[in-house]
């Protein structure tokens, strides 16, 4: 289903006195008075379980709906499968939108409810933190979003650029019928996409590595065990022995792209000095490998037949999906009955470094928060990715500390969520006035 509610805009700017013109100074002001409904909104989602799977995000998509209709903003309903509800709203001049920003509301499963301090979706503020399931993955970022829409939306009445929001269901479970769906069959192509991530405040994520997940198969022939290795084939042993050298791909170093060498060096060292594993340096040089599932065989006292494997890789910036598949189409030319059986990937992205939304995010931090915000990449994998395929400038920076999320006690600060608001605030302002 595919809804449009509209909610007396109109009505709703005469009430509010919107300023016909603003400047950047008068927004931040304005968002720095919206600070404690800031805290409040990011509580109350996290109080709201939206746990996928399985999914249902009825409850909280109706919160976001609610949220909306209480600041007069026309949205959209788009709910292709019952209870996986996107809610997209928009604002400003146009057809289309030329910055959007995404996220996702949807959050894992919290486990043991007594592993937590104050119980998964509390949302409880104390000591300066706000806890709960999604509060830095991304709910926290979620509200920063909503507060910003809200924002330009009370005080800005002559937007020259149509600006959208659009609050995701399936972020966790692959983005098929939220973020992709928005893309792929409502054709939301935007120009600059702006996604609150948890990033830390401090980074600018621009880019991230390719995805490729495959399973491979091996076939073997049975023989009593009591007669290996000499009769039969193990499918087991030969596929150890195919995986040993795709392992082995992760020795080849990639020269980046220029304009991205300098920010995956950084990259890879921030992370090795994290982790303390000088081996991590070149994480965004190389590829990663992870053999994730793997069975095989029918019975302890048979030669295994068959054998399956479910991989995941992770390609840097500089190398294609399709080279990384040559790679393995020659090792596995060396081994009979060796076979890809199921596949899909995507390309590493980024945005270039130069493009005015990231010179916005880094310029807004310095001015209105007095951080120093550094150019980053991400290794795992994010929405920007989908956009950045359609042509779209992404990028995520977002409140919140990638270390703890899908974790027990998962926490976000509040002043790091006050500083985000008060970024996003003037470098979309910057966007959309310059």
């Not at 709906?65 to 026309?74: A, L, Q, T």
């Not at 893309?183 to 935007?190: A, K, M, R, T």
């Not at 995805?211 to 073997?220: D, K």
């Not at 001015?367 to 150019?375: F, N, P, S, T, Y």
Request: proline share 6%.
């Amino acid at each position: 289903m595919r809804g449009s509610r509209s909610c007396g805009a109109q009505i709703f700017k005469s009430f509010l006195g919107v300023l016909r013109v603003v400047d950047r100074g008068f927004l931040v002001r304005k968002a720095r008075d919206e600070f404690d409904e800031l805290v409040k909104l990011a509580s109350d989602l996290v109080k709201i379980p939206s746990v996928n799977p399985p999914g249902d995000m009825s409850d909280v998509a109706g919160y976001v709906m609610d949220f909306f209709n209480s600041i007069g903003i026309n949205y959209e309903v788009i709910e292709p499968k019952k209870g996986v509800i996107t809610v997209y709203a928009f604002i400003g001049d146009g057809a289309v939108d030329f910055l959007h920003m995404n996220g996702h509301v949807d959050v894992v499963p919290p486990g043991d409810p007594g592993k937590w301090r104050y119980g998964p979706f509390s949302g409880v503020v104390r000591d300066g933190f706000l806890y709960g399931r999604g509060a830095s993955d991304m709910k926290g970022g979620v509200a920063v979003i909503l507060k910003v829409i809200e924002i330009l939306a009370r005080y800005w009445e002559n937007i020259p650029y149509r600006v959208g929001v659009s609050v995701v269901p399936d972020e966790e479970t692959g983005s098929d019928l939220g973020t992709k769906y928005l893309i792929n069959e409502l054709g939301v192509h935007p120009k600059y996409v702006l996604i609150p991530e948890p990033s830390t405040i401090y980074r600018v994520e621009i880019g991230e590595k390719g995805i490729y997940h495959y399973n491979l198969r091996a076939e073997g022939y049975p023989a009593h065990a009591s007669l290996s290795p000499h009769v039969g084939e193990n499918a087991i042993m030969k596929l150890f022995k195919v995986i040993d050298e795709i392992y082995k791909l992760t020795d080849i170093v990639v020269e980046p792209p220029s304009d991205l060498a300098e920010i995956v060096d950084l990259s890879g060292e921030a992370v090795a000095n994290k982790f303390g594993r000088e081996s991590l340096r070149n994480l965004y040089k190389t590829l990663s490998c992870n053999v994730g599932v793997i069975k095989g065989g029918d019975k302890v006292n048979v030669v295994a037949p068959w054998a399956e494997a479910e991989m995941d890789m992770r390609i840097p910036p500089g190398m294609t999906l399709s080279q990384l598949k040559s790679l393995l189409s020659d090792i596995l030319s060396k081994y009979a009955g060796v076979e890809i059986t199921s596949e899909k990937g995507i390309d590493p992205s980024y945005t270039t470094p130069s493009s005015k939304l990231v010179h916005s995010i880094i310029s807004s931090g310095k001015e209105v928060a007095g951080i120093d915000i550094k150019h980053h990449l991400v290794a795992g994998a994010t929405d920007a990715r989908h956009f950045r395929k359609v042509g779209s400038e992404a990028i995520i920076y977002g409140p919140g500390d990638p270390s703890n999320i899908h974790s027990y006690n998962e926490n976000i600060s509040v002043e790091d969520l006050k500083s985000s608001l008060l970024v996003y605030v003037d470098a979309v302002y910057n966007v959309l006035a310059h």
